[in-house]
């Protein structure tokens, strides 16, 4: 059974950094492309990051490049977000998806699984 689960969330001041972990089993994360999503209230899930099969090439979203980490350690099969210098902006739910194809990772639809998402709350 495939199962994408999420930790490293929690209530974190503005200016602080917080890394994310995607931990993945029932699937060999190596042959996969991975992404990070995320959703506040009453918004749409908006991509945040992706990266490849073998960790060496990563994509984030203009508005969060610069600040955002993406990364993946196949031999632990987990994958990890480092967020930096933290604002209000980034409170939402964080998700991990992975991908099986070539179809572009910041289209919600191109991913195959799902975790059930981590909160992130900055204070300010």
């Known amino acids: 059974q495939v199962q994408l689960v999420e930790s490293g969330g929690g209530l974190v001041q503005a200016g602080g950094s917080l890394r994310l972990s995607c931990a993945a089993s029932?699937?060999?994360?190596?042959?996969?492309?991975m992404g990070w999503f995320r959703q506040a209230p009453g918004k749409e899930r908006e991509f945040v990051a992706g990266i490849d099969w073998s960790g060496r090439s990563s994509e984030y979203a203009d508005s969060v490049k610069g600040r955002l980490i993406i990364s993946k350690d196949n031999a632990k099969n987990t994958m990890y977000l480092q967020i930096l210098s933290l604002n209000s902006d980034d409170t939402a739910v964080y998700y991990c998806g992975a991908s099986s194809s070539w179809a572009p990772l910041m289209n919600s639809q191109s991913y195959a699984y799902w975790g059930q998402g981590t909160q992130v709350t900055v204070s300010s």
């Open positions: 029932g699937l060999t994360l190596s042959r996969y492309r």
